[in-house]
């Protein structure tokens, strides 16, 4: 449910991120090391400061019961999803920064990759290809593509700036 952050010289623990709700999988630091970004199995990525300890942003979603809204329209109601289906439906295995810092990737349970944007939290995408689990997520230095490796034994490659699947 927490993130330790140490110090590799003396082997002290610098910062104690908390904030997950459940175990968290992975955790990576942003290039230039002002940010750390943590995958957990509450289906949920945040982004920390690597310095202060604060939660920036999270991305997914994060309601613990059903949500809808009632909307009037026309010739009646209309029930729909208060939260939009984004974020990741089951534990989220691996993350990690582009090298410019401005995304997010995710790798999860619910055989998805998600593209976020820092800034915004938005998703950008969600890369959809695998047939069973996804255990690792990698985006190339130059930060055009993205790996994923799964348990149904492939590795896919894709347009960072595009989500298309280049080669598996």
């Known amino acids: 449910k927490l993130v330790k952050i140490w110090d590799a010289e003396t082997r002290t623990q610098v910062q ?10 992975w955790a990576a ?3 230039d090391g002002a940010r750390v970004v943590s995958g957990s199995d509450d289906k949920l990525v ?6 202060t300890g604060a939660e920036v942003r999270t991305m997914g979603h994060s309601c613990t019961e059903p949500c809808i809204c009632i909307k009037e329209n026309t010739g009646g109601l209309v029930v729909k999803p208060a939260c939009p289906a984004a974020g990741h439906t089951s534990w989220v295995q691996s993350v990690g920064f582009s ?4 995304r ?3 790798g999860s349970v619910d055989k998805l990759v998600k593209i976020w944007d ?3 939290g938005a998703e950008v995408f969600t890369l959809r290809g695998h047939t069973d689990v996804v255990i690792s997520v990698a985006i190339s230095p130059d930060g055009t593509r993205i790996a994923s490796g799964s348990r ?3 590795v896919k490659i894709w347009n960072a700036e595009t989500g298309a699947e280049v080669c598996t």
């Open 16 to 25: 104690a991120l908390t904030g997950h709700a459940d175990w968290v999988t």
């Open 29 to 31: 630091f942003s290039p």
């Open 46 to 51: 945040k982004i920390w400061n690597a310095t």
């Open 99 to 102: 090298p410019n810092g401005s």
């Open 104 to 106: 997010v990737i995710s």
């Open 118 to 120: 820092v800034e915004t």
């Open 152 to 154: 149904d034994e492939l």
